[in-house]
């Protein structure tokens, strides 16, 4: 991956001259299942017991809301019932922060963490770009471990930090996407969980957990975060709120319980990431957290109830894009092109990975959108190291049953017209 190259703009550039395509390219949600008209509801309940709660008049409740205020956030309390009904994970609300959106955590935790001369950031390959372009732009040293069918390559894992270990620099930070990787769709299996967490205490680094899509799971059983299985605190965990809910909140939730010994005092890490954090932001806005604590309130401190239909809805349309793909790439009818047309069948999350007889990159997004009138994102533009080059991912959650049906078959011709 270019330093120099901006490849989300390359993809927004593509969309702006070609409007009238279908794209697969961007991981939205879909925003018929916002229910913002309940926004000020949520707020309203969240003021009304407020007011109860400290004896205050609800004016007086608003302009609390209305102030600056604390860096960790105002509705902890909530959140730690929250992760603990949702998500077995016990936290208490100090070692919480309410960040704006991940990528805010993810920014906080490593300036917080990490030393630009001696230490280094790993990542899946292919990762979520957020990490690694923001470590690349701010002098980190970055670096990415393969992911196969059961998530990081444990194996290859070790062999990095043995390497650094051997040319004087430390692994600090190993960042995984357990729950439907973006961009493979990947599912870490519980073993391998099990795994790293014992690889994080033998080798003493923190693992970034993202958990962005592990509330969209389309099978009978899923797996536990790794945060609720740290029996050590080496997770500090990161949960998205921007595909749950919306992404406008600009709302995630982190969870840093570790303790950290500096110049002979034991101090909390999440107060230090607090402290970066309001360098950054100096807080989260007062009044979208008091929304969604309103929420947490109102529903008994869990979403599960109210993503139910959203969740049925994401299933839906992987069903529909697999069934169009085993449709349009029917390999029954004997020609030999659509054998060498591959793809994955994830268990949950928004994405679903396509492998190709041939190398798929900026000209070919171009060529696509411009003859066949479809958008697509080439894995390539998600590894750090050398891969993904005859690949691309295939984005369903903003799309209707019927534009992914159609952006099948347009899919369908440019492959066909490319191997022909």
Wanted: proline residues 3%; negative net charge.
């Amino acid at each position: 991956m270019n330093l120099g190259e901006d490849v989300m703009g390359f993809l927004n550039e593509v969309q702006s001259q070609y409007p009238n395509t279908i794209s697969f390219a961007s991981g939205r949600p879909d925003s018929k299942y916002f229910n913002i008209e309940k926004f000020s509801e949520y707020l309203n309940f969240f003021v009304q017991t407020e007011a109860l709660e400290k004896e205050q008049t609800e004016n007086e409740v608003l302009n609390y809301l209305g102030q600056y205020n604390r860096t960790k956030g105002i509705i902890n309390k909530e959140v730690s019932k929250y992760l603990l009904v949702d998500e077995s994970i016990k936290a208490l609300p100090e070692d919480i922060l309410i960040t704006v959106g991940a990528q805010e955590g993810i920014a906080a935790g490593i300036m917080t963490i990490c030393n630009k001369e001696s230490d280094v950031v790993l990542v899946e390959d292919p990762a979520y770009i957020g990490i690694t372009h923001f470590s690349q732009i701010n002098g980190y040293h970055v670096d990415g471990v393969p992911v196969s069918s059961n998530g990081i390559s444990l194996e290859k894992l070790e062999e990095k930090i043995q390497y650094y270990s051997s040319i004087g620099k430390r692994v600090r930070v190993v960042y995984v996407i357990p729950d439907f990787q973006n961009p493979s769709g990947v599912v870490m299996s519980l073993e391998n969980r099990q795994e790293l967490l014992e690889l994080a205490e033998i080798h003493n680094f923190l693992i970034f957990e993202d958990n962005a899509y592990g509330d969209f799971s389309y099978e009978s059983s899923s797996y536990p975060t790794l945060k609720s299985m740290d029996k050590n605190n080496r997770v500090v965990y990161l949960k998205s709120l921007s595909k749950t809910l919306y992404p406008s909140l600009r709302l995630s939730l982190m969870v840093v319980n570790q303790s950290i010994l500096i110049d002979g005092s034991v101090l909390r890490l999440s107060d230090l990431v607090s402290k970066t954090k309001g360098y950054i932001t100096v807080n989260t806005p007062s009044i979208i957290q008091a929304m969604f604590g309103g929420m947490l309130r109102k529903h008994n401190f869990s979403l599960k109830e109210l993503n139910k239909e959203k969740v049925l809805g994401m299933k839906a349309k992987r069903d529909h894009l697999l069934k169009c793909m085993e449709e349009a790439f029917n390999t029954k009818n004997n020609n030999s092109w659509l054998n060498k047309v591959k793809w994955n069948h994830p268990k949950g999350g928004f994405f679903i990975s396509v492998e190709l007889p041939f190398e798929i990159g900026k000209e070919e997004v171009v060529e696509c959108a411009e003859k066949f009138k479809i958008i697509f994102t080439p894995m390539s533009f998600f590894y750090l190291n050398e891969g993904g080059k005859n690949e691309l991912r295939l984005a369903f959650s903003n799309l209707s049953l019927e534009e992914i049906k159609i952006g099948v078959e347009r899919l369908s011709g440019y492959i066909k017209s490319k191997i022909k």
